[in-house]
C-alpha cells in the first residue's frame, strides 16, 4: 500500500511560504523599513533552510 507523501507536501509548503516571506520583505523595503525587512529576509531564509532539510527527508523515506 503506497502511502500519502506527507514530507513532499510540507516540503511545497515551507517553500512556498518562505516565498510569501520574501514578497512581504519587498514590501517593507518600499516603506524604508529596513529592519522588519531584515527579520522577515531572516524568516524567510531559515523557512527556506527547513523545507531543504524536509525535501531530504522526503528522498530518504522514498529510497527506504
Known amino acids: 500500500m503506497k502511502s ?5 507536501l510540507l516540503t511545497l509548503l515551507m517553500m512556498a511560504g518562505s516565498l510569501v516571506f520574501f514578497w ?3 514590501s517593507y523595503l518600499s ?4 529592519v522588519a525587512a531584515g527579520m522577515l529576509t ?3 531564509l531559515f523557512t527556506m ?9 522526503a ?4 529510497s527506504a
Not at 4 to 8: A, E, G, L, N, S
Not at 31 to 34: F, I, N, Q
Not at 59 to 62: C, N, T
Open 4 to 8: 500519502f507523501p506527507y514530507f513532499q
Open 24 to 26: 512581504e520583505c519587498v
Open 31 to 34: 516603506r524604508r523599513d529596513y
Open 42 to 44: 531572516l524568516i524567510g
Open 49 to 57: 533552510w527547513a523545507g531543504g532539510e524536509l525535501a531530504r527527508l
Open 59 to 62: 528522498l530518504a523515506e522514498r
